[in-house]
């Protein structure tokens, strides 16, 4: 808990956290590489409008982050709008996402959806993706963001599982 409490206190004074390098800003952009694939199969086969604005606003969510880290990596300065964003526009855009399912539910098929991702190998590769998002969950909760060791942890295990995800809805 006091790192927790530590790096709120860090991140309102602005300072910049150590370790962040290129190479962990370009590592942040697989995930969202790998979100954009599949959520752009997903849009090209569900005519939601409304799902589609929120997939943009997840990448967006997703594409400032990785600018937050490349501005760290790049010219030491902590532009702290890139990193909070995320925790507005990402809930946003899923929230979108789930409305889009409901309000447009007439344009997709559970019954489809369902056959396809208990599939082989779909099954396997989703399942492996969920499991990863629950293991990011579980960091978003016990790790410090600002902690270059946890960041690498965190982006590894988010780049694997968006990658599965990615996998389950292409295949």
């Not at 990011?136 to 694997?160: P, T, Y």
Request: aromatic share 8%.
């Amino acid at each position: 808990m006091a790192g927790r409490m530590s790096s709120h206190a860090d991140e309102r004074s602005g300072s910049v956290p150590e370790g962040f390098t290129l190479s962990m800003a370009l590592m942040d952009c697989l995930p969202v590489a790998f979100f954009c694939v599949g959520a752009g199969v997903l849009a090209t086969r569900f005519e939601s409008p409304l799902f589609r604005v929120g997939v943009v606003l997840i990448v967006l969510a997703g594409a400032l982050k990785v600018c937050w880290k490349l501005v760290i990596a790049l010219a030491r300065r902590d532009i702290r709008l890139l990193n909070r964003q995320m925790r507005y526009l990402m809930p946003v855009g899923f929230a979108l996402v789930i409305i889009s399912l409901v309000v447009d539910r007439a344009k997709w098929s559970p019954v489809a959806v369902l056959a396809h991702v208990t599939a082989m190998p779909s099954l396997l590769f989703l399942v492996a993706g969920v499991a990863g998002m629950f293991l990011m969950s579980w960091f978003a909760r016990h790790l410090d963001g600002r902690d270059a060791k946890a960041n690498w942890r965190e982006q590894a295990v988010n780049g694997i599982s968006q990658l599965c995800i990615m996998l389950a809805i292409v295949l």
